[in-house]
Structure formats: C-alpha cells, structure tokens
C-alpha cells in the first residue's frame, strides 16, 4: 500500500503560480502523475514522471507552463506558473508501486488513468 497526501492548493489570479507537492509513503513508485478534475468534465492527466532517468511527460495543457519533478524524499512536485482560469480544479496525485515499466509504460498509464493509488486532492482555483 503507497499513501499519496497532496498539498499546495490554494487560490491564485490568472498569471499567478503555485507549486503542488505529494509526499509518497514509499521509494518504490517508479511512475507517478498529477491528474486535475472539475465537475461534469472528465479527469485530465496533467504531466507524469518517470524515475528511470528522471524521464517526464506533459499532456498538452501543461506544456511550457508547468513542471513535474521529485526529489529523494519520495515527494513529487508540479510547479503550475502562468496559471489560467480553466486550470482551475481538484488536483491529484496517483501512484504505482512495482518495477521498473520504461518511459513508455508510464505514459501509458498516464494516458489512461490507470494507477493504483490516488491521493485525496489539493483544490486549485484560478481567478480571471
């Protein structure tokens, strides 16, 4: 079992920039995201990272303005500058604990979703 505790949410004005962070309870987690939801819209992947190489991956809303990175302590970050009003939403973290899936495994597990563990969630709200 990997428990995933986001924080770093909060409420920023569009061109603003906050830093997400989400502490994982094992070193084990070869490929971790953050995925973002808002009400009535599906759950978006936001960006993946990949410990082999420290390989990282961004869907398209996230490119040229966040970074995804972790450090040794097991914590994974999203540094969200130049933040719009559609960033805004229910951030998580998600998590797989095993080997070592290459690059291309993680982004297919990014690209559908498909982690075992979630975090509970940092609210991100975005004012125009």
């Known amino acids: 079992q990997v428990r995933l505790v986001e924080s770093g949410g909060g409420s920023v004005q569009a061109g603003g920039s906050l830093r997400l962070s989400c502490a994982a309870s094992?070193?084990?987690?070869?490929?971790m995201a953050w995925f973002r939801q808002v009400p009535g819209k599906e759950r978006e992947g936001v960006a993946a990272f990949y410990i082999g190489g420290d390989r990282t991956y961004y869907g398209d809303s996230a490119k040229g303005r966040f970074t995804i990175s972790r450090d040794r302590t097991n914590t994974l970050y999203l540094q969200m500058n130049n933040l719009k009003f559609e960033d805004t939403g229910m951030y998580y973290c998600a998590a797989d604990h095993g080997g070592p899936i290459g690059l291309g495994g993680c982004i297919s597990k990014f690209s559908g979703g498909d982690f075992t563990f979630w975090g509970q969630g940092t609210q991100v709200t975005v004012s125009s």
């Open positions: 094992s070193a084990y987690t070869y490929c």
